[in-house]
Each structure stands twice: as C-alpha cells, then as structure tokens.
C-alpha cells in the first residue's frame, strides 16, 4: 500500500509516442501527457520503474514502446498497453563506474543506449551486444551524450568531441573504426558538448559557448548566436522538419534553415523563485 511523492517538475528529456502522448523524463519518475483527453498518468518506482531518477526517454516505433534509462543503469521499456519490462544487465554490471543513460538510437531490430559508460546494444531480446568503451583516439568509456544517424554512419557526441562509424563496421568495439572531430578540426575549443542534432542532412553541434554546423567536412559557426545578449550557456538542441531548437536555463530558442534566430518561450522564475531549465 506504500505510495511515492516525488516532484515531477524537473524534466531531462521528452519524446512523443506513435498515438500523439508526450512522455517526459524527471528527477522524480515520468509521466504520459495525452494530448487529446489532457490527461496525465505518473509513473514511479512502485509497481513501475526500477528508479525515480530518470535520465533518458525515447520512442520505439519498431515495437511500439517506451524506453527510460535512469542514473543508475536501469532500463524500463513501457509496452502500448502500459506493460513494464525491466533491463538490468547495465545497472549491475560491476566493471562499470559510471552507469547514466543518456540517450536510445533504434535501427531495425536493435537498440543502441548510450550513456556516461560508452555505448551498448541490445537485440530484439533485450539480450546485449557489443560493448563500446573507446571511440577512435577518445579516452576510454568517454561519456556518449547523443546518438543519432546520418547516412550509413551512426554518429556520438560526446564532451570531447563528436565520433562516427560505418554502421557496416565488423564490429563497433574496435576503435579504429570510429573517426573523431575535436578541436584539432575546428571546435570551439574548452567548451564541453550538450548535444547534437540532424537538421537538412546536416549536422548541429551545440557546445555550452555556442552552436556549430558540420557540412560536407567543413565545421561553421551559426551566425546570430553573438547577438543575443541574454544567451546563457546552451544546455540541450533538437531538430523538427523546419527548425533546430535549442534552449538556455532560461528559453527556448528557434533557428531556421536561413539562420534566423527566434526565442520562443522564456520560463518564469518570479513563480517558482528559482530558475526552471528546459530540457529538449
């Protein structure tokens, strides 16, 4: 008969499922929006997930479910009739010293989690695959922040730099197949990555101090970004068909395929009496 009470105001990560309900990933659980009714349904650690602190959420349109990573390695997959099965095989792997999830690439039948250890696989049977702790010249089990995939490569942003990899790789562990971009090419260096997108086949690179664009080879810094003077420090980028979106601890920002700057929303602190970050 025991109940959670924990806050679900802090949100990491959203995603939308293939019915139209927004899923949000909190400090505190999760919890499905229904865009049609406005109905909310929480989910916690009781007859629900493994954790309360969850770190990553994203959409499974191979088969039709929900997966949540959480800090400690922990996954949740929430089947289309709200069925949890639990993956444990990362939370209590003891070779590991970091266990966050960041981020979920689905292809095909498997499943790529990326988080603070490198990047793992798993099958359509949830059963693991390749371990990947060093991606090209990076230091081992270097955090994955983001993956996403671009042509036949899948690509890792990480807070040295971005990697990428033929998806038709004998096999992903091998670090010689993975190509790194860091400051040597251009860079803004010391400032840590906080995501990456896809936006017009290109690819968006955002770093705390700024955004860049890598296109055809050549990495270019967006213009405007200098002429914003209430810019703080970039936390999180995503992309839709039109615009890239990016947000500070304070807004939610636009930019087109021209270039064009738009901020959309900003978050009031005068309500809460702390500043609320936004997360993408």
């Known amino acids: ?87 444990t095989d990362i939370r209590y792997q003891t070779t590991l010293t970091r266990r966050r999830i960041n981020d979920f690439l689905f292809i095909g039948t498997k499943v790529y989690v990326a988080g603070d250890f490198g990047l793992i ?38 807070p040295l730099g971005i990697a990428r990899a033929p998806l038709n790789s004998p096999s992903l562990k091998d670090p010689k197949v993975w190509t790194t971009i860091n400051a040597d090419n251009g860079l803004f260096p010391n400032s840590n990555i906080v995501g990456m997108a896809l936006f017009n086949n290109d690819i968006y690179i955002a770093q705390s101090s700024g955004m860049q664009k890598y296109s055809s080879g050549i990495l270019t810094v967006i213009p405007g970004l200098s002429n914003l003077s209430d810019l703080g420090a970039i936390t999180s980028i995503s992309a839709s068909d039109k615009f890239i979106y990016f947000v500070d601890s304070y807004a939610i920002f636009s930019v087109d395929e021209d270039g064009a700057i738009v901020k959309l929303q900003q978050s009031d602190d005068s309500i809460t009496g702390h500043s609320t970050a936004l997360g993408l």
Do not use: C
């Open 121 to 158: 696989d798993f099958d359509d049977k949830n059963t693991p695959g390749d371990d990947v702790q060093q991606l090209g010249t990076f230091e081992r089990n270097t955090p994955i922040i983001k993956l996403i995939i671009r042509q036949d490569s899948i690509w890792a942003a990480t």
């Open 1 to 87: 008969n025991w109940k959670t009470y924990s806050s679900l105001n802090s949100i990491r990560s959203a995603t939308m499922d293939g019915s139209g309900n927004i899923w949000a990933a909190t400090s505190g659980g999760i919890f499905r929006y229904d865009t049609t009714t406005k109905e909310t349904i929480e989910f916690r650690n009781i007859n629900a997930l493994l954790s309360l602190d969850i770190t990553a959420i994203a959409y499974n349109p191979n088969n039709k479910s929900i997966y949540v990573g959480s800090f400690d390695g922990g996954i949740d997959i929430i089947d289309e009739h709200l069925n949890f099965t639990h993956i």
